[in-house]
């Protein structure tokens, strides 16, 4: 959810007030994914890179995703939208981790949709820190395969992603979902993330739908 500081930025507001109508975004987003039938939504809300951001900015941050949380918990509930997180949540100021915690024990009966919220969250981290669990598990090498290996993964019981959305021009990665986007289809937009709305995504999953996937096998086709 790349460009909330060049939103405010252009309009000649502080970055808070990016982050501010990010959140207002992501909402709208969660809805729409939901009315479309969308079984799982990621969002990378705040990678273990973000805690070298300034002290003040990772506080509203955070005080912007309780608030978040807390006034949408009753939306979560009516659309049965069960909240998870990928990454180290203990590594979460206190106040925000109790926050998201009760929100994912409230919703922890629900089934229509799951929202994903990278937290504390690095790709890199998450196949060291698998690989440390299997280790600990003396889990040999012959018994090693991909469903073993992403049993110990933040994303276990989940499918990989099949569309990763970028915004705000930004053309990588970051360190995310690095394992689960072998062959994730991307969508890069310069669209900032305070404006991504329903239409930008409604145009994003229509470019998806009219590509051809291959997954690495010649002469075998899926349609998106």
Known sequence: MDGNGRWAAARRLPRAEGHKAGTEAAKAIVTRCREL??????????????????LAEVRTLFSLLSSFLKREQKS??????RLNVL?????????ARQVVAAVMKKTAGCSSMVLNLALNYSGRDEILRACRNLLARGVSPGDLTEEAFAAELYTVGQPDPDLIIRTSGELRLSNYLLFQAAYSEFYFTGVH?????????DAAIAEFQNRQRRFGKTGEQVEG
């Open 193 to 201: 993330w305070p404006d991504f709305s329903p239409a930008e995504l």
């Open 37 to 54: 039938g969308v079984g799982h939504l990621t969002l990378y809300t705040f990678s273990k890179e973000n805690w070298s951001r300034p």
């Open 87 to 95: 990454g180290e949540l203990s590594g979460l100021p206190l106040g």
């Open 76 to 81: 979560l509930l009516e659309q049965d939208i």
